[in-house]
């Protein structure tokens, strides 16, 4: 009867050991591969082959571990151990051993990482090793040390179990060592260098083509991640003015390096950019309007634009933030203390003042687009100015935006193999379903190309035309003045923006959704201006494709029958299908 509860009370017991002994062997096989890891980082293994060196047996990362510590013991303790202690070995193993009986030292001087935490137990030399040595460990050469005897010799540990290893820097000599606080003098160093006073010394003291590239990205991300008052204070110590010179510095560069130049370009702006993400940042980009926008269409202009398309949105895009910086005040609502016998002053439609002489938003953005571009580098310096006469000048058509067109004719130019689809409509705006063009999608098909690029460039072009022809309308002006909505899209037709729209227009619908959404929805806002639309293009507009159709809406067919119960496009049954009328037989005059 007693014989069952001692085999149960046993078998208990064995459980427990069974147990513990897995937790101990857990703990031994974590602290087996975090000095496993600590070796790998003192022998500077490239970050490529240590998962394979992860992948081993515990038994090999043993055996390196001996022979790593095997070494270090060897070199502290041996006649020869200042040479040893302050030179770990090199990366490669046939760079750290030598022959026997050379001068040159087993070791590469190195520093040891400031996060090394000091020697524990400081190794006295003669003292005996707190591990044993491997078989193999006779087969190397040591230099300054006596060879290992046999009597250091031993077996190789049991299968299945690790010992326990001391750490790393147990062995390493004290003063090689670093002070704990080299780490923290580093850190402190590195925070000094991304204050707001630091970036805006950075920015004052630097020249252009010198610039830290790094560090004009860390701007950009605190001036875009962190909050107002930082803005603010890097706008205290002069970051804005020091930002604005730089950026004129690169632009007065006569020749820009495409590996510096044009980077240290494409950042500048992206901080211009992070600046428009607070209240505080729109008020310094007020502060010296119209510059640097009149630089940015300058550039644009010029023979030096950046070779980068994504450079050339950027600058598009900045364009775009001047509706952000002048919000305009919605119809109908008077100024804030102003009675209504007063009359309104200047820039009133406009929430904030705008830089004089302009007194709306859609001026001050005509007489950027209408910014004279800088003559070509090739044209002769001293040559006469050509003067028209007098019958030319009384004929010829002005074409004031034919400077900015021709950067989309261009980009229509060299890419042309885009514009393939001949038969794409110009999409009816009342018939899109706008979310569901501009939903975000997937990448996939010709996603991050440069095809894809150029494209996105010219929808941004598109976009920001659009927002100038809606605050052209919202001006409320009438349609003989300058100024006026109607006058601003003759004055684009008239600078050749018809077969920009007829090319641009053939790109695929199913790749470029937003930008066919954006050429309808300029041929909707022209014809609210009361611009009569050329019948070159009136002819093109059509319905858009089925995925991006509005749901529920009748369309009619193409024999101009009701779309009542018909699906767009389809037959009528029965009877003859559409056709053309009969042209009429003339015939020939004869004399």
């Known amino acids: 009867m007693l014989d069952k509860p ?3 009370s046993k078998s208990a017991s064995l459980g427990t050991k069974a147990g513990t002994v897995d937790r101990e062997k857990l703990v031994q096989l974590g602290e087996a591969q975090d000095a496993f890891d600590k070796m790998l980082d003192d022998l500077q293994i490239p970050e490529g082959l ?14 390196m571990l001996r022979s790593s510590k095997t070494l270090d013991f060897l070199a502290a303790t041996g006649p020869a151990a200042p040479a040893f202690t302050k030179t770990p070995r090199k990366v490669r193993s046939h760079d750290s051993l030598v022959p026997q009986g050379t001068s040159t030292p087993l070791f590469s001087p190195k520093k040891r990482k400031a996060y090394d935490s000091p020697p524990a137990t400081p190794v006295r030399r003669g003292s005996k090793p707190p591990f044993e040595l491997i078989e193999d460990v006779s087969s190397f050469a040591f230099v300054g040390a006596d060879p290992p005897t046999a009597s250091t ?7 299945g179990h690790v010992p326990q290893f001391p750490s790393m820097s147990s062995l390493a000599d004290l003063d090689d060592a670093p002070p704990k606080s080299v780490k923290s003098r580093i850190n402190s160093k590195e925070k000094a260098l991304n204050t707001p006073a630091g970036l805006a010394d950075m920015l004052a003291n630097t020249s252009a083509t010198r610039i830290d590239i790094e560090r004009v990205k860390k701007l950009r991300l605190l001036l875009r991640n962190e909050p107002a008052s930082w803005t603010e204070e890097f706008l205290c110590h002069g970051g804005y003015v020091a930002l604005l010179g730089r950026l004129k510095e690169l632009l007065n560069v006569e020749w820009r390096d495409e590996q510096h130049d044009d980077q240290a370009l494409h950042e500048l702006l992206r901080c211009l950019k992070a600046l428009s993400t607070s209240a505080i940042g729109c008020f310094a980009l007020r502060s010296s309007c119209p510059a640097p926008f009149s630089s940015l269409v300058e550039l644009m202009y010029s023979d030096k634009k950046p070779g980068e398309v994504s450079t050339r949105q950027l600058m598009v895009e900045l364009y775009l933030i001047l509706f952000d910086l002048y919000p305009t005040r919605p119809p109908g609502r008077r100024e804030a203390n102003s009675t209504p016998g007063t009359p309104t002053r200047r820039g009133a439609n406009s ?10 938003v859609f001026s001050l953005l005509r007489s950027l687009l209408l910014t004279k571009p800088p003559p070509r580098a090739e044209a002769q310096l001293f040559a006469p100015p050509l003067e028209e006469h007098e019958f030319i000048a009384t ?6 935006y034919k400077a900015y067109l021709a950067e989309l004719s261009d980009v229509c130019r060299d890419y042309f193999w885009v514009f393939c689809h001949p038969g794409n409509a110009i999409w009816q705006l009342e018939e899109v379903d706008e979310s569901t063009v501009e939903r975000p999608r997937a990448p996939g098909g010709m996603t991050g190309g440069v095809e894809f690029e150029a494209m996105n460039y010219l929808t941004t072009h598109l976009r920001f035309i659009n927002a100038t022809a809606k605050s052209a309308i919202d001006q409320s002006v009438p349609p003989t003045s300058d100024l006026s909505a109607r006058r601003f899209h003759e004055d684009l037709f008239a600078s050749g923006f018809e077969r920009i729209l007829a090319t641009i227009r053939k790109a695929s619908t199913t790749y470029y959704p937003t930008l066919h959404l954006e050429i309808s929805r300029y041929m909707h806002l022209a014809i609210h201006a009361r611009f009569e639309l050329p019948w070159s293009l009136s002819r093109l507009v059509g319905s858009p494709p089925s995925p991006v159709r509005r ?4 369309t009619p067919d193409r024999s101009g029958a009701s779309g009542s119960g018909k699906s767009p496009g389809r037959r009528p049954q029965g009877g003859r299908p559409p056709m053309l009328p009969a042209t009429p037989r003339l015939d020939a005059i004869r004399m």
């Open 551 to 554: 749901a529920g809406l009748n």
């Open 351 to 360: 929430i904030y003042p705008l830089p004089p002489p302009h007194d709306s």
């Open 50 to 63: 240590r998962p394979r060196l992860n992948t081993l047996e515990p038994s090999v990362k043993a055996a």
């Open 395 to 400: 004929l010829h058509t002005p074409r004031i």
């Open 153 to 159: 010799k031993s077996s190789r540990p049991a299968s």
């Open 6 to 8: 001692v085999k149960e």
